[in-house]
């Protein structure tokens, strides 16, 4: 059995670490780490645990818990994971960090960006993103995986067939991303009280969100050149989900079935990779508890653009369930393993 820590189990993206590794068959839960909530039962934080978690919370105590766990997973706000990372740690137990500490690899960016120090930049250039299906073979070696966020994944795994394959003009992409308020955690902030979100979608961090310059950097990789493009996301009134709406400019004329053959030659072979029929568009509800990323594009011979969609639940592979799945590769065990979870409708 695989032994594994969770810091920040008590936030969504830590309690859904919590239910996929409680289903997992090769894993066992050993600590579930808080900052607010030691010494409390799990199950009373989250009830959906009743009778299932009988274990307290346990502080965020990295060292002891590196000694105990195969691996640990920090899935916790910006800088944390970074201040605690060192040789003794990463000598002791595989970590899979689901924050944004070691996803971008130039520091300056992501102090930028983030507006905070990095503590621990010597690790970012050893850290592997990972993005499974793009670089599952470097996964498999890590002891430190950047997992990555919800939009970004999205974002990336629609665009980088056509990017990679030299489709798109890159200085013309536009994304146009939309959220349910479980992306925003669950700490309490008033902009996303009831009453602040229900019946209403709003933009934020127009021009300036912090994932713009990661899904940049990863179609950069992808490309083979610089990718500057426009990021928008919005705030919709659902739990879960992620929905991105891309468009850019083709750089030659192409039919459907060449796009598609594109899309297959990458992604037919991939699990959770879904890319739909011919006008068939992807809905978060069609993805919401499980860790597929649905896809489709149409191509618009009026304006000569591409419009790519993709969607997946921000939870489970925009989070927890492609820290799972890094967690499998790094492993060897089979890359589903414990994530064939159907996704869930109504
Ligand atoms: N929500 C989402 O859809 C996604 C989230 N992520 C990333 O996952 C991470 C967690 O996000 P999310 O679950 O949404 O956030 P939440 O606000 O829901 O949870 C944050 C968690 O971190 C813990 N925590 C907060 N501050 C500290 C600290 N100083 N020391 C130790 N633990 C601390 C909290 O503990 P306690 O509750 O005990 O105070 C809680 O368990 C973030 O980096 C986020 O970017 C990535 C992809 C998607
Ligand atoms: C709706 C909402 O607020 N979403 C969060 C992103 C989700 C997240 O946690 O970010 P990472 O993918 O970087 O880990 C935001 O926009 O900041």
């Excluded at 930049?121 to 670089?135: D, F, K, M, S």
């Excluded at 996301?233 to 079935?257: E, Q």
Aim: net charge negative.
């Amino acid at each position: 059995m695989i032994k594994a820590g969770i810091i920040g189990s008590t936030g969504y993206a830590g309690a859904e670490l919590a239910r996929l590794l409680l289903g997992h068959p090769d894993t066992e839960i050993i600590w579930y780490g808080s900052r607010s909530y030691v010494g409390q039962e799990y199950a009373s934080v989250y009830r959906n645990m009743f009778r299932i978690v009988d274990e307290k919370c346990l502080d965020d105590n990295m060292e002891e818990l590196a000694g105990q766990a195969d691996v640990v997973f920090t899935a916790t706000p910006q800088g944390l994971c970074a201040s605690l990372v060192n040789d003794g740690i990463l000598s002791g137990t595989k970590i899979v960090d689901l924050s944004a500490d070691f996803r971008i690899k130039n520091v300056e960016t992501y102090e930028k960006w983030y507006g905070i120090k990095h503590k621990s930049p010597e690790y970012i250039q050893e850290a592997v993103y990972g993005l499974c299906e793009i670089n599952r073979e470097d996964v498999k070696q890590a002891r430190l995986v950047a997992n990555p966020g919800c939009y970004t994944t999205c974002s990336i795994l629609t665009l980088y067939p056509l990017v990679k394959e030299g489709l798109l003009d890159v200085s013309s992409i536009i994304i146009d991303a939309k959220s349910g308020t479980s992306g925003a955690g669950r700490s309490a902030k008033t902009a996303n009280l009831f009453c602040e979100v229900n019946e209403s979608i709003k933009a934020y961090s127009v021009a300036a969100h912090r994932h713009t310059p990661e899904i940049e950097e990863q179609l950069g990789y992808a490309g083979g050149q610089p990718v500057l493009l426009n990021f928008t996301p919005h705030l919709v009134p659902m739990n879960r989900g992620i929905l991105i709406t891309a468009y850019a400019k083709l750089l030659k004329k192409v039919s459907y079935d060449e796009v598609k053959e594109v899309y297959d030659q990458y992604y037919a072979k991939e699990f959770f990779i879904r890319v739909l029929p011919k006008e068939v568009y992807p809905e978060t509800r069609w993805v919401e508890g499980s860790n597929f990323v649905d896809m489709n594009f149409k191509i618009d011979e009026r304006t000569g653009r591409i419009i790519a969609i993709g969607a997946l639940d921000n939870l489970v592979k925009g989070a927890a369930g492609q820290a799972v799945q890094n967690m499998n590769l790094m492993f060897g065990l089979p890359e589903n393993t414990g994530l064939m979870q159907i996704p869930m409708f109504p």
